[in-house]
């Protein structure tokens, strides 16, 4: 199953209602069997969008120029809005505003190499992209996201590691440069996510596993670490819930999360029905599969 962004599209938050934990879902886009949903992101009508290939090169849209489409629609090509390049797929993309106070763009490999890079080096980037990162030859560009230059970033794997360190123990690098080790990962472990903690917040992280079961645990519970380490847990993982899905910080005054399915599914949760339970543990079942097939792909917070 591709797990690269070919298709995408924009639609209102309003296509989808508030359910209860452990339901099935609604459909959110058509797919096909080699199909699966990526990744969903909240954005504005004006906003920009910048997007990472595993290739390590950054393209540019706003986000009107992406077609509005229903709730089961695949949406548009990608290759129809960006010239990427054979063999290139999207993996990650971010989204911000003019008014923003985001100063650098934080990338995060497959293998776990991060690179801090100034936002304003990605500005007026042509349409056939321009080089974010160098990378090793069998490593992949995964994970972006935007930083202030006084945040916190953390790491996740698919086994159940983290890490949090402060993004001042990485200096800012030009485009056309090498990373430095984030984490360090035991046997084929990979990472699966990375987001930020902004300076002085204690939000919750909500942690998804494969199989549906999640939970929210506060942040000071994932002391910051000296960067390149091995982490702490997570989570539990077994048999039951799978590998780690995805994890994600709650913005302040978000109020809904959504999770997407491989196969397509989407439910939309209130963040207040999700339990707070401690790192080491599985959590509960939050969104459940009538294909056994199917899991967790994706999440991302919302305000409504």
């Not at 969903?40 to 393209?59: M, P, Q, S, V, W």
């Not at 509005?68 to 990608?78: C, F, I, M, Q």
């Not at 994970?143 to 159940?160: A, E, P, R, Y």
């Not at 890490?163 to 984030?182: A, C, D, K, L, Q």
């Amino acid at each position: 199953m591709s797990e690269e962004l070919r298709f995408i599209k924009e639609q209102s938050l309003l296509s989808f209602r508030t359910q209860q934990r452990g339901g099935k879902g609604v459909k959110g886009m058509t797919t096909k069997d080699e199909d699966g949903i990526m990744s969903i992101r909240y954005c504005e009508t004006h906003d920009n969008i910048l997007f990472f290939t595993n290739k390590g090169k950054a393209y540019q849209l706003k986000a009107y120029e992406i077609s509005d489409s229903s709730r089961t629609s695949k949406g548009t090509a990608v290759i129809n809005l960006i010239n990427i390049e054979p063999g290139e797929k999207v993996e990650s993309f971010v989204t911000y505003s003019k008014t923003d106070k985001f100063e650098h763009v934080f990338l995060t490999t497959r293998k776990g190499t991060v690179k801090k890079t100034k936002l304003s080096d990605f500005e007026n980037i042509r349409r056939g992209g321009i080089l974010a990162i160098k990378l090793d030859r069998n490593d992949e560009l995964v994970w972006s996201n935007l930083t202030t230059g006084k945040d916190d970033v953390l790491i996740f794997t698919k086994t159940g590691k983290s890490i949090r360190f402060h993004e001042g123990s990485v200096r800012p690098m030009g485009r056309n440069t090498m990373g430095v080790r984030g984490i360090r990962l035991i046997g084929d472990d990979e990472v699966v996510g990375m987001d930020v903690i902004k300076k002085g917040d204690n939000p919750d992280l909500i942690t998804i596993m494969e199989k549906g079961l999640g939970k929210k645990t506060k942040t000071d519970e994932y002391h910051p670490q000296s960067r390149g380490g091995q982490g702490v847990k997570i989570a539990q993982i077994n048999d039951k819930t799978g590998r780690v899905a995805a994890s994600q910080v709650v913005p302040p005054n978000f109020k809904s999360i959504i999770i997407t399915s491989a196969k397509g599914l989407i439910v939309k949760l209130d963040v207040a029905s999700i339990p707070r339970l401690s790192r080491a543990t599985s959590g509960v079942i939050l969104m459940r599969f009538s294909n056994p097939a199917d899991r967790v792909a994706s999440i991302t917070c919302i305000e409504q």
